[in-house]
């Protein structure tokens, strides 16, 4: 196991399963305490279980449900008695919502999409990206060269959903690519608000990866889609914020 990560503290929203289980696994095989974070406690336990056993890893299990400022608060109260700190935070739960699209299939045209989906894609994919950054920001601050990535899309990115050629140009999801549109806006005005701190702010695009909420159509594996959070989640000092990121280099807004 390679220690370049010893004594640091993690915590990965939606950390179950998916990319978020694989984050916890590189940041953890790396010598980082893991939180698993997960709404239902016993789906965490299990992961981080798995970690623990399998990969011998110091994971921790935390009920978190980025939708409920209660479990927020005590995800928040609970690092803080263990560790007094947080070093890396990782924001990747999200949804995509019934009536937006599945499969690349569209039910409805942009117009048509109803309110309610819009609002319950927000709950969680924006509104529950602050609120945790929020709650964790005190402990952010305590450590000595704070992370936070969140999990965007290259289907938030506008210059990209402008663009007809785009790999993903069919791909119109009205909640779920603007949600991650509001995800990179979150991105940009918070590392300008800590420019002048250890903290680096950064939004990390993991491309089409097979998980299950694309029914594990996309054609990149959770290790690669990985890859770009990780590298964010441990950059050095001199390293960059505000920016959006895939394996690959910038994305364009």
Known sequence: MSEDLKGKVALITGANKGIGYEIARQLGSRGATVFVGSRDIGRGEEAANKLRFSDEIDARTIQLDVSDQKTIDFA????????GKL?????????????????????????QVDIETLRHTYETNVFGVFAVTKALLPLLK?????????LSSGLGSLTQNSDPNYEFADFKLL?????????????????????????????????????????????RTVEQGAIPVVRLATLPD???SGGFFDENGVVLW
């Open 142 to 150: 305590k450590s000595k060269a704070g992370r936070i990535v969140n």
């Open 175 to 219: 909640a779920y690519n603007s949600s991650k549109t509001a995800v990179n806006a979150i991105t940009v005005l918070l590392a300008a608000e800590l420019k002048d701190t250890p903290i680096k702010v950064n939004a990390a695009d993991p491309g089409f990866t097979a998980t299950d909420i694309n029914q594990y159509q996309g054609y």
């Open 87 to 111: 070093d890396i935070l990782v924001n990747n739960a999200g949804i995509i919502s019934d009536g937006d699209a599945y499969g690349g299939k569209l039910r409805l045209p942009p117009s």
């Open 76 to 83: 928040a109260k609970q690092i803080e008695s263990e560790f």
């Open 238 to 240: 001199d390293g960059y």
